[in-house]
């Protein structure tokens, strides 16, 4: 990696004569100015009695570039309001952004905003250094504060192609960051984020803002809808990675593919495919025989009455079932399977352990019945426990039932005469 030339510019009212570019390095280019101006200006009106200590958000910058910009308040006015307000943009190339992660706040925390500069500035220059990677317990501290359903459902939301829009009275650049945190690398590098904007004409993807009127935000889900949004496969696996302090695992989730990048590549695989396939036939001379197809039969049974999908467990709750699969292992005979066996592994080894005593109740793998709900119900049926198919009891229950059947409690020895 080699170094990151960054142009920068600081765009305020601060002094007299309104708007106006006060500062630039000197391959901040003319031709950026427009752009540059779009940008900021598309920050918003300031609602009244609004003050901005401090913001950063991030949008595309022509082709090849995209814009960190830090906003704040440059004053106040006799009676105390926020007047002037300044912001401080960073040009990065975009591939190099994707090469920092696609982290703005990351780049901002180095870079903070020199508003006394006036005229010409030096280029900055990143250092020749990737960020550092993302640690198990940076993670598990940011899903500890107490909110982790909305980011957990966020970052899923957001892996999904959906958009959020928080209501707050002031930026909240913890809550923007701490999403952040929990993105792959190639889905922060499109996405755009602001912790705080006075409005949404630069249409980020993620934003704070002061009123998140639902006439506005028809397409954005709000801070309830994120923390009730489905459990998909990337937020399990992400909470998996976390719980059992998988390091490896994390790194892998944060390096996937995105869902574009996917389909690039399955584009390519079907245009490559097919031009194999016209050459293949062009060289054949004689057309091979085909082979009869044979129907395959699966031994496999359906568990009857179970839903297709179950909402996500809360932390507490997977940690509570967690330890009691763990017992359960135990007191069957299961080996030690590590420090901090996840519900899903326990539950595996568990069902390696017990085996298929009827064939006629035989689903299959245990682990392509995920989420881990429906892999505890379909044991339950696999070994015949009554309400594996009842829907109030929880997964704690479903577990207490299991136990009860597999473990049954020992009987007390009469007293001796």
């Not at 695992?249 to 944060?254: G, Q």
């Not at 044991?379 to 426990?385: G, P, R, S, T």
Request: glycine letters at 6%; proline letters at 10%.
């Amino acid at each position: 990696m080699t170094p990151i030339p960054i142009e920068h510019a600081i765009y305020s009212n601060a002094d007299s004569g309104g708007y106006r570019f006060l500062a630039r390095s000197p391959g901040f280019q003319d031709d950026w100015l427009a752009e540059a101006e779009r940008i900021c200006t598309g920050f918003g009106e300031r609602p009244a009695g609004v003050a901005c200590p401090a913001s950063v958000f991030a949008q595309p910058f022509s082709l090849h570039h995209v814009a960190i910009v830090q906003v704040a308040d440059q004053g106040h006015d006799d009676a105390g309001r926020p007047g002037a307000l300044g912001f401080y943009l960073l040009v990065v190339p975009r591939r190099a952004y994707g090469d920092l992660m696609g982290d703005p706040f990351q780049i901002a925390d180095r870079y903070p905003p020199p508003w006394e500069a006036r005229g010409d500035m030096p280029t900055l220059s990143w250092p020749a250094a990737p960020l550092p990677a993302r640690t198990v317990a940076e993670v598990q501290k940011v899903l500890r504060n107490g909110n982790s359903a909305t980011l957990l459902g966020g970052a899923q939301a957001l892996v999904d192609g959906g958009k959020l829009v928080f209501e707050r009275s002031a930026p909240d650049n913890e809550l923007l960051r701490n999403l952040w945190l929990l993105l792959p690398d190639t889905t922060r590098s499109h996405l755009w984020p602001a912790s705080f904007a006075f409005g949404n004409a630069l249409r980020f993807d993620c934003l704070a803002v002061p009123r998140a009127d639902e006439m506005t935000y028809t397409s954005y889900r709000n801070e309830v809808q994120a923390g009730d949004y489905p459990e998909g496969r990337y937020e399990l696996h992400l909470q998996i990675a976390v719980e059992s302090g998988d390091q490896r695992e994390l790194d892998a989730l944060f390096a996937r593919h995105s869902s574009s990048q996917i389909l690039k590549l399955v584009v390519m695989l079907l245009v490559v495919v097919g031009v194999l396939a016209l050459v293949m036939r062009m060289l054949t001379t004689q057309p091979r025989p085909r082979p009869t197809p044979t129907q395959v039969v699966s031994t496999y049974r359906t568990v009857p009455h179970l839903e297709a999908d179950y909402p996500k467990m809360s932390t507490p709750l997977r940690l509570q079932v967690a330890q009691m699969l763990h017992d359960l292992a135990h007191d069957l005979g299961v080996p030690a399977h590590g420090p901090k066996p996840t519900v899903e592994t326990l539950l595996e080894e568990i069902d390696k352990r017990l085996g298929t005593p009827d064939p006629k109740r035989d689903p299959g793998p245990l682990k392509a019945q995920r989420p881990a709900e429906r892999q505890l119900r379909v044991l339950l049926w696999k070994h015949d426990v009554s309400g594996f198919d009842d829907l109030r009891l929880n997964e704690a229950e479903l577990v207490e039932r299991l136990r009860n059947k597999l473990v049954p409690p020992k009987k007390a020895n009469p007293p001796r005469d």
